[in-house]
């Protein structure tokens, strides 16, 4: 191929389908992941992802691939659209894991795994929003944590501060006397 | 590398020494095998800290995403095209994009050339219409110089 991200950005703001092909299929994972996570695997979630890949056809001309990298600039977009919904439509997010049961009725397996899963994703939903960001960032996403900060506008002391305070309630919600629950 | 710094790590970024910050990794891990200090505070009092951010990290690990196989083809499907590129589609459907642009590209110096060359002989013309009602006026002009120098010669030869 030969080509980098840069140049596949800039082919793709002028129109050319295969080089935006290319940089969604690199991305989509990663970011789909991102958003499932913060917003709870709701069906919401479907929409962000495309918002946020659609603005890369649209708006690619503003990323600057000097200032960070291409996975760090959508995680942002993604990072701001759910933050923007969270606002909208406060009550839903409060309200997690109804759609996920049904979603993944089947096999016992599934059932238990699907179990595992609405736990955890309770227990991330009741963290205060920046906290959860930070968190799904590193811990998921796998981000430096400069490109976590940079994302949610703080210093690196901040989010390590968010990420300490957000992991020790989540040890308060998961584990029962240091064990797994 | 210090005993609180290390904490600071631990309760920040978990256990995994992967999700540590990479600019410090290297100094962590030396850190928690060679000092005798850390050895000896982590056994005192970091070792069942270390334990349960360890489970926490299993228990994250947990939460799968929802994955959505038809996000791809929602996203293609769902890019917003221009005017002209709808007009094409419309006109010749599955016609590409990236075909387009280096056609109409290639075509636009033909396009400039005909406009250009139209007007050029456009003016060509007026100019032609203008000259030849002047010539016609000179040439009448002359032929009446000629039949009045025709009838002086006349009057001379008389």
């Given amino acids: 191929m030969g080509l980098d991200e840069p140049d596949?950005?800039?082919?793709?703001?002028?129109?050319?389908?295969?080089?935006?092909?290319?940089?969604?299929?690199?991305?989509?994972?990663?970011?789909?992941?991102?958003?499932?996570?913060?917003?709870?695997?709701?069906?919401?979630?479907?929409?962000?992802?495309?918002?946020?890949?659609?603005?890369?056809?649209?708006?690619?001309?503003?990323?600057?691939?000097?200032?960070?990298?291409?996975?760090?600039?959508?995680?942002?977009?993604?990072?701001?659209?759910?933050?923007?919904?969270?606002?909208?439509?406060?009550?839903?997010?409060?309200?997690?894991?109804?759609?996920?049961?049904?979603?993944?009725?089947?096999?016992?397996?599934?059932?238990?795994?699907?179990?595992?899963?609405?736990?955890?994703?309770?227990?991330?939903?009741?963290?205060?929003?920046?906290?959860?960001?930070?968190?799904?960032?590193?811990?998921?996403?796998?981000?430096?944590?400069?490109?976590?900060?940079?994302?949610?506008?703080?210093?690196?002391?901040?989010?390590?501060?968010?990420?300490a305070r957000g992991r020790r309630k989540l040890k308060q919600m998961l584990l029962v006397d240091g064990q797994l629950q | 590398m210090n005993i609180e710094r290390f904490q600071k790590i631990l309760e920040a970024y978990g256990s995994r020494e992967e999700n540590w910050p990479s600019s410090e990794r290297r100094e962590a891990q030396l850190f928690v095998q060679d000092r005798v200090d850390a050895q000896q505070f982590l056994q005192e009092h970091l070792q069942e800290h270390l334990q349960e951010h360890r489970l926490l990290d299993i228990r994250l690990d947990e939460y799968l995403p929802r994955q959505s196989p038809a996000t791809r083809d929602n996203v293609l499907k769902n890019l917003p095209v221009s005017s002209l590129d709808s007009f094409l589609n419309w006109l010749i459907p599955e016609f590409r994009t990236d075909i387009w642009h280096p056609l109409v590209a290639g075509t636009l110096p033909l396009v400039i050339g005909i406009v250009i060359g139209t007007n050029a002989s456009m003016g060509t013309l007026d100019n032609d219409n203008a000259e030849s009602a002047d010539n016609w006026q000179a040439e009448d002009v002359y032929f009446l110089a000629l039949d009045e120098s025709q009838i002086t010669m006349g009057l001379i030869n008389d």
């Avoid at chain 1, 002028?14 to 935006?20: E, F, I, L």
């Avoid at chain 1, 659209?81 to 606002?87: E, N, P, S, T």
């Avoid at chain 1, 959860?132 to 944590?145: E, F, K, T, V």
């Fill in chain 1, 8 to 163: 596949l950005v800039r082919k793709s703001i002028n129109g050319d389908q295969s080089a935006y092909q290319l940089l969604l299929d690199q991305h989509l994972s990663s970011v789909s992941n991102f958003v499932m996570r913060m917003m709870a695997n709701t069906a919401e979630a479907d929409d962000i992802i495309q918002e946020t890949f659609i603005r890369l056809w649209t708006h690619g001309d503003k990323f600057n691939p000097e200032k960070a990298q291409l996975t760090t600039w959508l995680h942002n977009i993604a990072h701001n659209l759910c933050i923007d919904h969270f606002r909208k439509f406060k009550r839903l997010v409060e309200e997690p894991g109804t759609e996920k049961a049904s979603a993944l009725a089947g096999p016992e397996d599934k059932a238990i795994q699907a179990d595992m899963t609405a736990t955890v994703q309770e227990a991330m939903m009741k963290l205060p929003e920046r906290q959860r960001s930070a968190i799904i960032m590193c811990h998921y996403q796998g981000l430096s944590n400069k490109d976590a900060a940079m994302i949610l506008d703080v210093s690196v002391d901040a989010l390590e501060s968010l990420m």
